[in-house]
């Protein structure tokens, strides 16, 4: 089994900066991909970022130039640097990875219980 635990949301005013965290724990072998994710209110959840193991980022475009994700891997550790935020940003953020927990095994989706991100002066 595996957890992912995200830290670092909270209020931010137009145009400010914050970074999430998220932090893996738990039995598994790989890392497929991780990426975040977020819901707006009334709104169904989106791709906000993704970094597959060994291959470059990839963006929605309406935070291309804003946000970077960035892994660590010896901590498993995966981050959303956000940049110029607009109100639009506000969210609930969650993170997910793809990971394999036993070789010969299929890799399987992890979420994590996600944090709040609110921009409003």
């Known amino acids: 089994q595996v957890q992912l635990v995200e830290s670092g949301g909270g209020l931010v005013q137009p145009g400010g900066s914050l970074r999430l965290s998220c932090a893996a724990s738990?039995?598994?072998?790989?890392?497929?991909?991780m990426a975040w994710y977020r819901q707006a209110p009334g709104k169904q959840r989106e791709l906000v970022a993704s970094?597959?193991?060994?291959?470059?980022?990839n963006y929605a475009d309406s935070v291309k130039g804003r946000f970077t994700i960035s892994r660590d891997n010896a901590k498993n550790t995966v981050y959303l640097q956000m940049n110029s935020l607009k109100p639009e940003d506000t969210a609930v953020y969650y993170c997910?990875?793809?990971?394999?927990?036993?070789?010969?095994?299929?890799?399987?989706?992890?979420w994590g219980q996600g944090t709040q991100v609110t921009v409003s002066s």
């Open positions: 970094l597959p193991s060994g291959a470059i980022a």
């Open positions: 997910h990875g793809l990971f394999v927990t036993a070789w010969g095994t299929s890799p399987r989706d992890y």
């Open positions: 738990g039995r598994f072998v790989s890392v497929y991909n």
